[in-house]
Protein backbone atom coordinates (compact mmCIF):
# COMPACT_ATOMS: atom_id res chain seq x y z
CA UNK A 1 0.00 0.00 0.00
CA UNK A 2 1.17 3.50 -0.90
CA UNK A 3 0.15 6.92 -0.28
CA UNK A 4 -0.54 7.16 -4.26
CA UNK A 5 -2.60 4.08 -3.84
CA UNK A 6 -4.48 5.98 -1.13
CA UNK A 7 -5.14 9.19 -3.07
CA UNK A 8 -6.41 7.11 -6.46
CA UNK A 9 -8.83 5.30 -4.61
CA UNK A 10 -10.43 8.87 -2.59
CA UNK A 11 -10.87 10.22 -5.98
CA UNK A 12 -11.80 7.60 -7.27
CA UNK A 13 -14.79 7.33 -4.84
CA UNK A 14 -15.38 10.99 -5.89
CA UNK A 15 -15.40 10.45 -9.54
CA UNK A 16 -17.89 7.36 -8.67
CA UNK A 17 -19.73 9.48 -6.70
CA UNK A 18 -20.79 12.25 -9.03
CA UNK A 19 -21.63 9.41 -11.31
CA UNK A 20 -24.22 8.21 -9.14
CA UNK A 21 -25.18 12.14 -8.71
CA UNK A 22 -24.74 11.63 -4.92
CA UNK A 23 -24.63 14.47 -2.52
CA UNK A 24 -22.03 17.47 -2.99
CA UNK A 25 -20.86 17.50 0.15
CA UNK A 26 -20.19 13.81 0.51
CA UNK A 27 -18.42 14.19 -2.98
CA UNK A 28 -16.52 17.04 -1.65
CA UNK A 29 -15.32 15.10 1.91
CA UNK A 30 -13.78 12.52 -0.46
CA UNK A 31 -11.96 15.24 -2.95
CA UNK A 32 -10.42 17.17 0.46
CA UNK A 33 -9.81 13.95 1.68
CA UNK A 34 -7.54 13.05 -1.03
CA UNK A 35 -5.40 16.20 -1.26
CA UNK A 36 -4.68 15.73 2.91
CA UNK A 37 -3.70 12.59 2.48
CA UNK A 38 -1.52 13.83 -0.27
CA UNK A 39 -0.16 16.46 1.22
CA UNK A 40 0.07 14.51 4.57
CA UNK A 41 3.70 15.63 6.73
CA UNK A 42 4.29 11.84 8.19
CA UNK A 43 3.97 8.52 7.03
CA UNK A 44 0.35 8.42 6.00
CA UNK A 45 0.19 5.00 5.56
CA UNK A 46 1.25 3.47 8.49
CA UNK A 47 -0.38 6.28 10.56
CA UNK A 48 -3.69 5.21 8.52
CA UNK A 49 -2.86 1.56 9.21
CA UNK A 50 -2.31 2.23 13.55
CA UNK A 51 -5.73 4.53 13.49
CA UNK A 52 -3.68 7.50 14.36
CA UNK A 53 -5.50 10.09 12.08
CA UNK A 54 -8.27 10.52 14.57
CA UNK A 55 -8.53 14.71 14.44
CA UNK A 56 -6.39 15.25 11.65
CA UNK A 57 -8.04 18.39 9.69
CA UNK A 58 -9.87 17.13 6.45
CA UNK A 59 -10.33 13.77 7.62
CA UNK A 60 -13.75 13.03 9.43
CA UNK A 61 -14.68 9.49 11.13
CA UNK A 62 -16.11 8.00 8.14
CA UNK A 63 -12.91 8.71 5.84
CA UNK A 64 -10.26 7.84 8.66
CA UNK A 65 -12.39 4.09 9.37
CA UNK A 66 -12.37 3.95 5.40
CA UNK A 67 -8.34 4.59 5.26
CA UNK A 68 -7.54 2.38 8.04
CA UNK A 69 -9.57 -0.62 6.11
CA UNK A 70 -7.73 0.38 3.12
CA UNK A 71 -4.13 0.19 4.66
CA UNK A 72 -4.45 -2.87 6.81
CA UNK A 73 -6.24 -4.83 4.15
CA UNK A 74 -5.07 -3.35 1.29
CA UNK A 75 -8.29 -2.83 -0.26
CA UNK A 76 -12.05 -1.05 0.59
CA UNK A 77 -15.38 -2.98 0.29
CA UNK A 78 -17.19 0.33 -0.43
CA UNK A 79 -15.07 1.22 -3.28
CA UNK A 80 -15.35 -2.10 -4.54
CA UNK A 81 -19.14 -1.89 -4.05
CA UNK A 82 -19.24 1.16 -6.13
CA UNK A 83 -16.79 0.14 -8.95
CA UNK A 84 -19.20 -2.63 -9.79
CA UNK A 85 -21.86 -0.69 -10.44
CA UNK A 86 -19.88 0.61 -13.50
CA UNK A 87 -18.34 -0.98 -16.58
CA UNK A 88 -14.15 -0.37 -15.78
CA UNK A 89 -14.23 0.86 -19.01
CA UNK A 90 -16.50 4.00 -18.07
CA UNK A 91 -13.18 5.63 -16.36
CA UNK A 92 -11.22 6.04 -20.04
CA UNK A 93 -14.21 8.78 -20.47
CA UNK A 94 -12.35 10.66 -18.07
CA UNK A 95 -9.08 10.79 -19.99
CA UNK A 96 -11.18 12.95 -23.04
CA UNK A 97 -10.50 16.71 -21.98
CA UNK A 98 -13.91 18.49 -21.34
CA UNK A 99 -15.93 15.89 -19.61
CA UNK A 100 -16.31 16.01 -16.54
CA UNK A 101 -18.46 13.90 -14.48
CA UNK A 102 -21.72 15.53 -15.10
CA UNK A 103 -21.52 14.90 -18.80
CA UNK A 104 -20.56 11.36 -18.44
CA UNK A 105 -23.39 10.72 -16.34
CA UNK A 106 -25.82 11.49 -19.33
CA UNK A 107 -24.10 10.05 -21.88
CA UNK A 108 -23.78 6.98 -19.65
CA UNK A 109 -27.72 7.33 -18.64
CA UNK A 110 -29.20 8.19 -21.90
CA UNK A 111 -26.93 6.59 -24.64
CA UNK A 112 -25.16 4.10 -22.62
CA UNK A 113 -21.71 5.34 -23.34
CA UNK A 114 -19.66 3.36 -20.93
CA UNK A 115 -16.20 3.24 -22.98
CA UNK A 116 -14.31 5.64 -25.66
CA UNK A 117 -15.38 3.34 -28.57
CA UNK A 118 -18.67 3.69 -27.73
CA UNK A 119 -18.29 7.19 -27.12
CA UNK A 120 -17.16 7.59 -30.65
CA UNK A 121 -20.00 5.84 -32.53
CA UNK A 122 -22.05 7.79 -30.44
CA UNK A 123 -20.46 11.35 -31.70
CA UNK A 124 -20.03 9.82 -35.48
CA UNK A 125 -23.85 8.86 -35.65
CA UNK A 126 -26.28 11.88 -34.97
CA UNK A 127 -27.36 10.11 -31.29
CA UNK A 128 -25.36 12.58 -29.49
CA UNK A 129 -26.79 15.63 -31.02
CA UNK A 130 -30.57 14.82 -28.44
CA UNK A 131 -28.17 15.75 -25.36
CA UNK A 132 -28.03 19.10 -24.07
CA UNK A 133 -24.23 20.55 -24.37
CA UNK A 134 -23.05 18.16 -27.28
CA UNK A 135 -23.42 20.46 -29.86
CA UNK A 136 -21.30 20.16 -33.11
CA UNK A 137 -18.52 22.01 -32.30
CA UNK A 138 -18.04 20.14 -29.11
CA UNK A 139 -18.72 16.82 -30.81
CA UNK A 140 -15.92 17.73 -33.28
CA UNK A 141 -13.50 18.20 -30.03
CA UNK A 142 -14.46 14.88 -28.67
CA UNK A 143 -13.80 12.88 -31.74
CA UNK A 144 -10.22 14.91 -32.37
CA UNK A 145 -9.49 14.33 -28.49
CA UNK A 146 -10.26 10.13 -29.37
CA UNK A 147 -7.93 10.78 -32.40
CA UNK A 148 -4.82 12.16 -30.11
CA UNK A 149 -5.66 9.40 -27.72
CA UNK A 150 -5.09 6.71 -30.18
CA UNK A 151 -2.00 8.04 -31.98
CA UNK A 152 -0.67 8.45 -28.32
CA UNK A 153 -1.65 5.21 -27.11
CA UNK A 154 0.95 3.21 -24.62
CA UNK A 155 3.35 6.19 -25.23
CA UNK A 156 5.10 7.55 -22.04
CA UNK A 157 6.85 10.69 -21.06
CA UNK A 158 10.46 10.52 -20.27
CA UNK A 159 8.95 11.24 -16.08
CA UNK A 160 6.71 8.43 -15.99
CA UNK A 161 9.97 5.84 -16.92
CA UNK A 162 12.95 8.01 -15.54
CA UNK A 163 12.37 6.33 -12.24
CA UNK A 164 11.98 2.79 -13.54
CA UNK A 165 15.05 2.87 -15.90
CA UNK A 166 17.09 3.70 -13.20
CA UNK A 167 15.84 1.01 -10.98
CA UNK A 168 16.44 -1.82 -13.63
CA UNK A 169 19.79 -0.77 -15.02
CA UNK A 170 21.23 -0.64 -10.86
CA UNK A 171 19.39 -4.29 -10.74
CA UNK A 172 21.01 -5.50 -13.93
CA UNK A 173 24.50 -3.98 -13.50
CA UNK A 174 24.53 -5.53 -9.74
CA UNK A 175 23.93 -8.83 -10.98
CA UNK A 176 27.11 -10.94 -10.84
CA UNK A 177 27.05 -12.41 -14.25
CA UNK A 178 26.34 -9.08 -16.16
CA UNK A 179 29.72 -7.08 -16.74
CA UNK A 180 27.82 -3.96 -19.20
CA UNK A 181 24.33 -3.17 -19.30
CA UNK A 182 22.71 0.00 -20.79
CA UNK A 183 19.33 0.94 -21.73
CA UNK A 184 19.10 1.26 -25.68
CA UNK A 185 15.83 2.68 -27.54
CA UNK A 186 14.38 5.62 -28.00
CA UNK A 187 15.52 6.45 -23.98
CA UNK A 188 18.86 6.24 -24.71
CA UNK A 189 18.06 8.84 -27.52
CA UNK A 190 16.20 10.95 -25.19
CA UNK A 191 12.77 11.15 -27.59
CA UNK A 192 10.59 12.83 -25.99
CA UNK A 193 8.70 10.32 -25.71
CA UNK A 194 8.98 6.29 -25.32
CA UNK A 195 6.83 3.27 -26.41
CA UNK A 196 8.94 0.76 -24.63
CA UNK A 197 12.37 0.59 -22.61
CA UNK A 198 14.73 -1.60 -24.34
CA UNK A 199 18.14 -3.37 -22.14
CA UNK A 200 21.23 -4.81 -23.07
CA UNK A 201 23.23 -6.82 -21.06
CA UNK A 202 26.07 -8.19 -22.05
CA UNK A 203 26.76 -11.44 -20.18
CA UNK A 204 28.24 -15.25 -20.15
CA UNK A 205 25.31 -16.67 -18.88
CA UNK A 206 22.31 -15.25 -20.92
CA UNK A 207 19.78 -17.85 -19.22
CA UNK A 208 20.78 -16.93 -15.67
CA UNK A 209 20.04 -12.58 -16.31
CA UNK A 210 16.80 -13.11 -18.26
CA UNK A 211 15.79 -15.42 -15.55
CA UNK A 212 17.06 -13.09 -12.41
CA UNK A 213 15.11 -10.05 -15.12
CA UNK A 214 11.93 -11.85 -15.25
CA UNK A 215 11.59 -12.33 -11.07
CA UNK A 216 13.30 -8.21 -10.57
CA UNK A 217 10.89 -5.99 -7.78
CA UNK A 218 10.07 -3.55 -10.80
CA UNK A 219 7.76 -6.62 -12.69
CA UNK A 220 4.24 -6.50 -13.01
CA UNK A 221 3.87 -9.35 -15.25
CA UNK A 222 6.20 -10.88 -17.53
CA UNK A 223 5.15 -11.29 -21.08
CA UNK A 224 7.55 -13.38 -22.84
CA UNK A 225 10.85 -15.22 -21.35
CA UNK A 226 14.14 -16.93 -23.27
CA UNK A 227 16.91 -17.66 -22.54
CA UNK A 228 18.33 -14.20 -24.34
CA UNK A 229 15.55 -12.20 -24.41
CA UNK A 230 12.58 -11.52 -21.98
CA UNK A 231 9.64 -9.34 -21.80
CA UNK A 232 7.90 -7.50 -18.99
CA UNK A 233 5.32 -5.23 -17.94
CA UNK A 234 6.64 -2.52 -14.68
CA UNK A 235 4.46 -0.31 -12.95
CA UNK A 236 1.64 1.57 -15.35
CA UNK A 237 1.89 -0.66 -17.97
CA UNK A 238 5.38 0.04 -19.29
CA UNK A 239 6.86 -2.38 -21.42
CA UNK A 240 11.04 -3.58 -21.01
CA UNK A 241 12.48 -6.16 -22.90
CA UNK A 242 15.61 -6.93 -22.15
CA UNK A 243 18.34 -9.06 -24.76
CA UNK A 244 21.38 -10.64 -23.21
CA UNK A 245 24.21 -10.86 -25.19
CA UNK A 246 28.22 -12.06 -25.28
CA UNK A 247 30.83 -9.92 -25.51
CA UNK A 248 31.48 -10.10 -28.77
CA UNK A 249 28.12 -8.87 -29.52
CA UNK A 250 27.40 -6.10 -27.21
CA UNK A 251 28.40 -2.99 -29.37
CA UNK A 252 26.35 -4.28 -31.96
CA UNK A 253 23.55 -5.30 -30.05
CA UNK A 254 23.72 -2.12 -28.53
CA UNK A 255 24.39 0.32 -31.58
CA UNK A 256 21.39 -1.32 -33.31
CA UNK A 257 18.62 -1.51 -30.12
CA UNK A 258 20.05 2.22 -29.97
CA UNK A 259 18.68 3.02 -33.33
CA UNK A 260 17.20 4.76 -34.41
CA UNK A 261 16.27 2.16 -37.26
CA UNK A 262 16.83 5.44 -40.07
CA UNK A 263 20.51 5.87 -38.40
CA UNK A 264 20.66 1.68 -38.64
CA UNK A 265 19.62 1.76 -42.12
CA UNK A 266 22.25 4.45 -43.25
CA UNK A 267 24.87 3.11 -41.10
CA UNK A 268 24.47 -0.41 -42.97
CA UNK A 269 24.79 1.27 -46.19
CA UNK A 270 27.95 2.23 -45.18
CA UNK A 271 29.15 -0.48 -43.93
CA UNK A 272 27.79 -2.39 -47.39
CA UNK A 273 30.00 0.23 -49.55
CA UNK A 274 33.12 -0.71 -47.81
CA UNK A 275 32.29 -4.02 -47.92
CA UNK A 276 30.63 -5.57 -44.80
CA UNK A 277 27.10 -6.22 -43.57
CA UNK A 278 26.28 -4.92 -40.00
CA UNK A 279 23.62 -6.18 -37.92
CA UNK A 280 22.62 -6.63 -34.61
CA UNK A 281 25.48 -9.43 -33.79
CA UNK A 282 27.94 -8.66 -36.09
CA UNK A 283 29.80 -6.81 -38.45
CA UNK A 284 31.11 -9.15 -40.75
CA UNK A 285 33.28 -9.34 -44.21
CA UNK A 286 31.30 -10.05 -47.38
CA UNK A 287 33.59 -11.24 -50.21
CA UNK A 288 37.07 -10.23 -49.85
CA UNK A 289 37.19 -7.55 -47.81
CA UNK A 290 39.82 -7.87 -44.81
CA UNK A 291 38.35 -9.25 -41.39
CA UNK A 292 36.95 -6.60 -38.87
CA UNK A 293 39.20 -6.12 -36.32
CA UNK A 294 37.72 -7.05 -33.07
CA UNK A 295 35.08 -4.57 -31.80
CA UNK A 296 34.75 -3.96 -28.65
CA UNK A 297 32.84 -0.63 -28.09
CA UNK A 298 30.68 1.74 -30.10
CA UNK A 299 33.07 3.85 -30.27
CA UNK A 300 35.55 1.62 -32.21
CA UNK A 301 32.72 0.83 -34.40
CA UNK A 302 32.28 4.22 -35.56
CA UNK A 303 35.80 4.67 -35.83
CA UNK A 304 35.87 1.32 -38.06
CA UNK A 305 33.56 2.73 -40.60
CA UNK A 306 35.15 6.21 -40.66
CA UNK A 307 33.01 8.01 -38.65
CA UNK A 308 33.90 9.82 -35.36
CA UNK A 309 31.34 8.79 -32.66
CA UNK A 310 28.05 9.97 -32.70
CA UNK A 311 26.08 10.53 -29.56
CA UNK A 312 23.03 8.36 -28.84
CA UNK A 313 21.05 11.91 -28.78
CA UNK A 314 22.67 12.33 -32.22
CA UNK A 315 21.10 8.85 -34.51
CA UNK A 316 18.17 10.61 -36.11
CA UNK A 317 19.86 10.56 -39.42
CA UNK A 318 19.26 13.92 -39.73
CA UNK A 319 22.82 15.04 -40.92
CA UNK A 320 25.27 13.07 -37.77
CA UNK A 321 26.67 10.91 -40.12
CA UNK A 322 27.82 12.92 -42.50
CA UNK A 323 29.13 15.81 -39.52
CA UNK A 324 30.46 12.50 -38.14
CA UNK A 325 32.84 12.01 -41.29
CA UNK A 326 33.56 15.37 -41.86
CA UNK A 327 35.00 15.88 -38.19
CA UNK A 328 32.03 18.19 -37.81
CA UNK A 329 30.11 16.86 -34.86
CA UNK A 330 29.29 19.33 -32.06
CA UNK A 331 30.43 19.18 -28.59
CA UNK A 332 27.40 18.52 -27.35
CA UNK A 333 25.84 20.50 -23.81
CA UNK A 334 25.78 18.48 -20.57
CA UNK A 335 24.63 19.49 -17.51
CA UNK A 336 27.68 20.48 -15.89
CA UNK A 337 28.15 23.19 -18.20
CA UNK A 338 24.97 24.79 -16.82
CA UNK A 339 25.46 27.65 -14.29
CA UNK A 340 22.14 28.80 -13.64
CA UNK A 341 18.52 28.68 -14.74
CA UNK A 342 15.43 30.85 -15.56
CA UNK A 343 11.92 30.46 -15.27
CA UNK A 344 10.99 29.33 -11.77
CA UNK A 345 7.66 30.21 -10.00
CA UNK A 346 7.28 30.58 -6.31
CA UNK A 347 4.01 30.89 -3.81
CA UNK A 348 3.42 33.96 -4.97
CA UNK A 349 2.13 32.69 -7.97
CA UNK A 350 1.17 28.66 -8.54
CA UNK A 351 4.32 27.65 -7.06
CA UNK A 352 4.47 25.76 -3.53
CA UNK A 353 7.91 27.08 -2.65
CA UNK A 354 9.51 30.34 -0.83
CA UNK A 355 12.35 32.79 -2.38
CA UNK A 356 14.22 31.28 -0.26
CA UNK A 357 13.48 28.05 -0.58
CA UNK A 358 14.29 28.04 -4.15
CA UNK A 359 17.34 30.24 -3.70
CA UNK A 360 18.50 27.33 -1.74
CA UNK A 361 17.60 24.67 -3.58
CA UNK A 362 19.31 25.88 -6.74
CA UNK A 363 22.06 26.79 -4.41
CA UNK A 364 22.13 22.62 -3.58
CA UNK A 365 22.64 22.15 -7.04
CA UNK A 366 25.59 23.76 -7.34
CA UNK A 367 23.93 26.98 -9.47
CA UNK A 368 25.29 30.00 -9.04
CA UNK A 369 21.85 32.35 -9.84
CA UNK A 370 18.38 31.05 -10.15
CA UNK A 371 15.93 33.18 -12.18
CA UNK A 372 12.32 34.40 -11.05
CA UNK A 373 9.46 34.38 -12.77
CA UNK A 374 6.07 34.31 -11.70
CA UNK A 375 2.69 34.88 -13.56
CA UNK A 376 1.55 38.18 -14.58
CA UNK A 377 -1.80 39.07 -13.51
CA UNK A 378 -3.93 37.82 -16.46
CA UNK A 379 -3.49 34.35 -15.27
CA UNK A 380 -5.51 34.61 -12.42
CA UNK A 381 -6.34 30.64 -12.75
CA UNK A 382 -2.29 30.31 -11.54
CA UNK A 383 -2.89 33.39 -8.71
CA UNK A 384 -0.85 36.13 -11.23
CA UNK A 385 0.61 39.28 -9.68
CA UNK A 386 -0.20 42.30 -9.88
CA UNK A 387 2.01 45.43 -10.50
CA UNK A 388 2.16 45.70 -6.91
CA UNK A 389 3.18 42.44 -6.16
CA UNK A 390 5.74 42.42 -8.58
CA UNK A 391 7.53 45.17 -7.35
CA UNK A 392 7.48 44.27 -3.78
CA UNK A 393 9.02 40.61 -4.94
CA UNK A 394 11.33 42.52 -6.70
CA UNK A 395 12.42 44.44 -3.68
CA UNK A 396 12.63 41.03 -1.26
CA UNK A 397 14.88 39.76 -3.89
CA UNK A 398 16.62 42.76 -4.03
CA UNK A 399 17.09 42.22 0.07
CA UNK A 400 17.83 38.34 -0.39
CA UNK A 401 20.62 39.20 -2.46
CA UNK A 402 22.14 41.61 0.16
CA UNK A 403 22.37 38.21 1.98
CA UNK A 404 24.43 36.26 -0.39
CA UNK A 405 27.74 35.15 -1.34
CA UNK A 406 28.54 34.43 -4.64
CA UNK A 407 24.82 33.47 -5.84
CA UNK A 408 22.05 35.67 -7.09
CA UNK A 409 18.26 35.67 -7.83
CA UNK A 410 17.19 37.07 -10.95
CA UNK A 411 13.87 39.32 -10.54
CA UNK A 412 12.13 38.67 -13.48
CA UNK A 413 8.39 37.95 -14.66
CA UNK A 414 6.40 35.30 -16.43
CA UNK A 415 4.69 37.85 -18.35
CA UNK A 416 1.42 36.83 -20.45
CA UNK A 417 1.36 37.45 -24.16
CA UNK A 418 -1.92 39.18 -24.66
CA UNK A 419 -4.15 38.11 -27.52
CA UNK A 420 -3.28 40.86 -29.63
CA UNK A 421 0.20 40.51 -28.80
CA UNK A 422 0.77 43.31 -25.92
CA UNK A 423 2.33 42.33 -22.87
CA UNK A 424 0.67 41.95 -19.74
CA UNK A 425 2.95 44.55 -18.03
CA UNK A 426 3.23 48.07 -18.95
CA UNK A 427 7.25 49.21 -20.05
CA UNK A 428 7.35 51.13 -16.97
CA UNK A 429 7.23 48.05 -15.10
CA UNK A 430 8.98 45.73 -16.98
CA UNK A 431 11.95 48.13 -16.70
CA UNK A 432 12.81 47.76 -13.34
CA UNK A 433 12.79 43.94 -13.80
CA UNK A 434 16.01 42.06 -14.43
CA UNK A 435 14.98 40.25 -16.86
CA UNK A 436 11.28 39.15 -18.49
CA UNK A 437 9.97 35.40 -20.08
CA UNK A 438 7.18 36.07 -22.00
CA UNK A 439 4.24 33.38 -22.46
CA UNK A 440 1.07 32.67 -24.30
CA UNK A 441 -1.15 30.98 -21.89
CA UNK A 442 -5.11 31.67 -23.46
CA UNK A 443 -6.45 32.18 -26.51
CA UNK A 444 -4.39 29.17 -28.05
CA UNK A 445 -6.96 28.21 -30.67
CA UNK A 446 -6.50 31.52 -32.84
CA UNK A 447 -5.44 30.85 -36.69
CA UNK A 448 -1.79 30.38 -37.56
CA UNK A 449 -1.25 34.19 -39.12
CA UNK A 450 -2.62 35.33 -35.67
CA UNK A 451 -1.02 33.71 -33.59
CA UNK A 452 2.29 34.27 -35.07
CA UNK A 453 2.01 37.90 -35.58
CA UNK A 454 0.96 37.89 -31.93
CA UNK A 455 4.21 36.07 -30.81
CA UNK A 456 6.42 38.06 -33.20
CA UNK A 457 4.95 41.65 -32.10
CA UNK A 458 5.78 40.15 -28.23
CA UNK A 459 8.89 39.33 -29.05
CA UNK A 460 9.69 42.61 -30.47
CA UNK A 461 9.30 44.88 -27.02
CA UNK A 462 12.88 45.45 -26.10
CA UNK A 463 11.62 44.23 -22.41
CA UNK A 464 11.00 40.67 -23.28
CA UNK A 465 14.27 38.60 -22.72
CA UNK A 466 12.86 35.19 -23.77
CA UNK A 467 10.30 33.29 -25.34
CA UNK A 468 8.81 31.24 -23.23
CA UNK A 469 7.35 27.25 -23.81
CA UNK A 470 7.22 28.99 -27.80
CA UNK A 471 4.18 26.25 -28.57
CA UNK A 472 2.11 25.51 -25.07
CA UNK A 473 1.90 21.92 -26.26
CA UNK A 474 1.78 19.20 -23.16
CA UNK A 475 3.37 16.06 -24.15
CA UNK A 476 0.19 13.12 -24.92
CA UNK A 477 -2.42 15.88 -23.46
CA UNK A 478 -2.31 18.86 -25.84
CA UNK A 479 -1.19 19.54 -29.34
CA UNK A 480 1.08 22.61 -30.04
CA UNK A 481 -0.98 25.37 -31.20
CA UNK A 482 -0.60 26.21 -34.63
CA UNK A 483 2.15 29.26 -35.39
CA UNK A 484 4.55 29.21 -38.09
CA UNK A 485 7.83 28.35 -36.09
CA UNK A 486 10.67 29.70 -38.51
CA UNK A 487 9.05 32.82 -38.59
CA UNK A 488 9.00 32.85 -34.97
CA UNK A 489 12.94 31.84 -35.06
CA UNK A 490 13.43 34.54 -37.80
CA UNK A 491 12.34 37.43 -35.73
CA UNK A 492 13.93 36.49 -32.31
CA UNK A 493 17.12 36.45 -34.17
CA UNK A 494 16.32 40.09 -35.48
CA UNK A 495 15.36 40.51 -32.16
CA UNK A 496 18.30 39.09 -30.12
CA UNK A 497 15.41 37.15 -27.84
CA UNK A 498 16.34 34.12 -26.49
CA UNK A 499 14.27 30.83 -27.15
CA UNK A 500 13.56 28.78 -24.05
CA UNK A 501 13.52 25.18 -24.04
CA UNK A 502 11.08 24.57 -21.48
CA UNK A 503 12.53 21.39 -19.65
CA UNK A 504 9.46 20.47 -17.74
CA UNK A 505 8.93 16.68 -19.31
CA UNK A 506 5.55 17.04 -19.89
CA UNK A 507 6.73 20.53 -22.08
CA UNK A 508 10.15 19.72 -24.17
CA UNK A 509 9.29 22.95 -25.87
CA UNK A 510 10.64 24.35 -27.88
CA UNK A 511 10.80 20.59 -29.88
CA UNK A 512 14.70 19.28 -30.29
CA UNK A 513 13.72 19.46 -33.82
CA UNK A 514 13.52 22.91 -34.29
CA UNK A 515 17.13 23.74 -31.99
CA UNK A 516 19.93 23.01 -34.88
CA UNK A 517 18.24 25.58 -37.24
CA UNK A 518 17.82 27.95 -33.97
CA UNK A 519 21.16 27.72 -33.26
CA UNK A 520 22.36 28.64 -37.02
CA UNK A 521 20.10 31.22 -37.28
CA UNK A 522 22.05 32.96 -33.89
CA UNK A 523 19.10 32.58 -31.48
CA UNK A 524 20.43 31.72 -28.19
CA UNK A 525 18.47 29.28 -26.09
CA UNK A 526 17.96 29.24 -22.05
CA UNK A 527 17.04 25.54 -20.80
CA UNK A 528 14.54 26.76 -17.75
CA UNK A 529 13.04 23.57 -15.46
CA UNK A 530 9.32 25.79 -15.03
CA UNK A 531 9.64 24.78 -11.34
CA UNK A 532 7.10 24.80 -9.05
CA UNK A 533 8.52 24.14 -6.32
CA UNK A 534 11.89 22.60 -5.27
CA UNK A 535 12.29 19.50 -6.96
CA UNK A 536 11.13 20.57 -9.89
CA UNK A 537 14.57 22.37 -10.77
CA UNK A 538 15.48 18.55 -11.42
CA UNK A 539 13.97 18.98 -14.40
CA UNK A 540 17.15 21.04 -15.91
CA UNK A 541 18.24 16.89 -16.81
CA UNK A 542 15.29 16.63 -19.22
CA UNK A 543 15.93 20.24 -20.68
CA UNK A 544 19.79 18.97 -20.77
CA UNK A 545 19.05 15.93 -22.67
CA UNK A 546 16.28 17.74 -25.41
CA UNK A 547 19.28 20.31 -25.88
CA UNK A 548 21.97 17.52 -26.88
CA UNK A 549 18.93 15.69 -29.02
CA UNK A 550 19.34 19.30 -30.63
CA UNK A 551 22.65 20.10 -31.35
CA UNK A 552 23.38 22.55 -28.86
CA UNK A 553 26.75 23.18 -27.45
CA UNK A 554 27.51 25.52 -24.17
CA UNK A 555 27.89 28.55 -26.52
CA UNK A 556 24.38 28.12 -27.76
CA UNK A 557 22.71 28.13 -23.86
CA UNK A 558 22.77 31.12 -22.03
CA UNK A 559 22.69 29.66 -18.63
CA UNK A 560 25.85 28.18 -18.96
CA UNK A 561 27.48 31.69 -18.85
CA UNK A 562 28.52 32.33 -14.89
CA UNK A 563 27.46 34.88 -13.16
CA UNK A 564 29.66 38.24 -13.82
CA UNK A 565 29.14 37.45 -18.03
CA UNK A 566 25.19 36.51 -17.43
CA UNK A 567 24.31 39.57 -16.73
CA UNK A 568 25.12 41.56 -20.25
CA UNK A 569 23.88 38.74 -22.25
CA UNK A 570 19.90 39.11 -20.02
CA UNK A 571 20.25 43.39 -19.52
CA UNK A 572 20.03 42.78 -15.66
P1 LIG B 1 9.90 3.45 -29.31
O1 LIG B 1 10.11 2.20 -28.53
O2 LIG B 1 8.76 3.38 -30.26
O3 LIG B 1 9.83 4.65 -28.46
O4 LIG B 1 11.19 3.68 -30.25
P2 LIG B 1 12.53 2.81 -30.39
O5 LIG B 1 13.46 3.58 -31.25
O6 LIG B 1 13.04 2.42 -29.04
O7 LIG B 1 12.07 1.55 -31.24
P3 LIG B 1 11.94 0.02 -30.88
O8 LIG B 1 11.82 -0.23 -29.43
O9 LIG B 1 10.86 -0.51 -31.78
O10 LIG B 1 13.30 -0.60 -31.41
C1 LIG B 1 14.54 -0.29 -30.80
C2 LIG B 1 15.57 -0.05 -31.86
O11 LIG B 1 15.79 -1.24 -32.62
C3 LIG B 1 15.19 0.98 -32.90
O12 LIG B 1 15.44 2.31 -32.46
C4 LIG B 1 16.07 0.59 -34.05
C5 LIG B 1 16.12 -0.92 -33.95
N1 LIG B 1 15.16 -1.50 -34.89
C6 LIG B 1 13.92 -1.97 -34.60
N2 LIG B 1 13.33 -2.42 -35.73
C7 LIG B 1 14.20 -2.20 -36.74
C8 LIG B 1 14.18 -2.47 -38.15
O13 LIG B 1 13.22 -2.96 -38.72
N3 LIG B 1 15.28 -2.11 -38.86
C9 LIG B 1 16.37 -1.55 -38.28
N4 LIG B 1 17.41 -1.22 -39.04
N5 LIG B 1 16.43 -1.28 -36.97
C10 LIG B 1 15.36 -1.62 -36.20
CA1 LIG C 1 11.89 1.17 -27.53
ZN1 LIG D 1 3.98 29.35 -18.61
Given at each position: MTRETLVSVLEEIALLLELKGENPFKIRAYRTGAEVVESFPGDIVKEAAENNLAGTKGIGDALRQKLHELATTGKLVFHERLRAEFPATIFELFDIPGLGPKKVKALYEALGVDSVSRLREVCES?????????GKKSVEKILEAIAFREKNASRFRQEEVAGVVEQILDFLKAH????RAEAAGSWRRAKETVHDVDFITETGDTAAVTAAFVEGPFVENVIVRGETKASIHVAKGVQCDLRAVSAEEYPFALHYFTGSKEHNIAMRSRALTRGYTLNEYRLAPTGGAPGAEKIQTEQELYRFLGLDYIEPELRENAGEIEAAEAGDLPRLVAMENLRGTFHNHTNASDGKATLKEMAEAAQELGLQYLGIADHSKSSFQANGLHADRLLSQVREIQHLNDGFEEFRLFAGSEVDILKDGDLDFDDEILEQLDYCVASVHNAMTQPEAKMTERIIKAVSNPHVTMLGHPTGRLLLRREPYAVDIPAVIEACAATATVIELNANPWRLDLDWRWWKHAAEMGVKCAINPDAHDAEGLAFLYYGVRIARKGWLTRKDVINCLPLGEIEAVIGA
Open positions: SEVAELAGFPAVS
